[in-house]
C-alpha cells in the first residue's frame, strides 16, 4: 500500500497454470508495481508482505530466510537480516521492522536457500516474532511460540499501548477481559 492504495503485490511465479508456481519456489517470484504492470524485481524465492517506506520497498524472501530492501530509485536490493523460518508478515515501528517466522510445512524447505543457510549456521527453524533494527539489520528482540501454533501469516502494529499482553482462547483473563473486569496493577485502559 502507498497513499492508500494497492501499489506493490509479490507473485511466487509468473506462470498461470494450476499449482506451477512450485517449480518456480527457489527463484521464480517477482515483485510488480501494479501502478505500472512493471516487474521491478525478479529472481526472488517465495516473496511476500512488500512494505513502502519512503523510497524504499521492503519485503520477505521467505525462500531465503531474509528481510530484503529495495531502493526504488536505483533497484539496488539488499539483504537486512536472516530470518530463522518461513518469514510472512511484516510491519514496521519506527526504525524496526516487526516480522514473523513459521515453521516450514512438511516439504517446504526442500530445495530453497533457507534451507541451505539453516544448515550452515546450525540453526533450526522455529515460529515466532522477530524485531530487526533496519540500521545494521541485527535481530534485537524476538518472541518464540511454542504448542499448537506453526505458522503465522501477519503481524500489526497497535500504537499507544502500555501493558500488552497475550491471551489464549480459553483462558480465565480473556473472559475477564470481555466482562471488562480491572487489569493488572500499573496497567490502565486507554482513554
Given at each position: 500500500m502507498e497513499g492508500g492504495r494497492a501499489h506493490y503485490v509479490t507473485c511466487c511465479s509468473t506462470s498461470d497454470s494450476v499449482e506451477s508456481w512450485r517449480g518456480g519456489r527457489r527463484d521464480g517470484g517477482v515483485l510488480i508495481d501494479i501502478e505500472t504492470d512493471a516487474i521491478i524485481a525478479e529472481g526472488l524465492s517465495m516473496?511476500?508482505?512488500?512494505r513502502v517506506i519512503g523510497e524504499t520497498i521492503y519485503f520477505l524472501e521467505s525462500?531465503?530466510?531474509a528481510l530484503v530492501r529495495l531502493d526504488r530509485q536505483t533497484g539496488k536490493r539488499e539483504d537486512v537480516a536472516f530470518c530463522p523460518g518461513f518469514a510472512r508478515g511484516l510491519a514496521f515501528v519506527g526504525h524496526y521492522a516487526v516480522l514473523t517466522i513459521s515453521l516450514p510445512r512438511v516439504v517446504a524447505f526442500?530445495?530453497?536457500?533457507?534451507?541451505d543457510q539453516m544448515r550452515a549456521?546450525?540453526?533450526t527453524p522455529w515460529r515466532g516474532v522477530l524485531i530487526v533494527d533496519l540500521r545494521n539489520g541485527d535481530i534485537v528482540e524476538w518472541l518464540r511460540l511454542e504448542g499448537d501454533v506453526t505458522e503465522l501469516f501477519d503481524v500489526g502494529i497497535i500504537e499507544?499501548?502500555?501493558c500488552p499482553r497475550g491471551l489464549g482462547p480459553h483462558s480465565p483473563e480473556l473472559a475477564e477481559a470481555m466482562r471488562g473486569e480491572e487489569m493488572e496493577e500499573g496497567c490502565q485502559r486507554p482513554q
Open positions: 516473496p511476500h508482505s512488500p525462500g531465503r530466510g526442500n530445495g530453497l536457500e533457507v534451507a549456521r546450525g540453526a499507544n499501548i502500555r
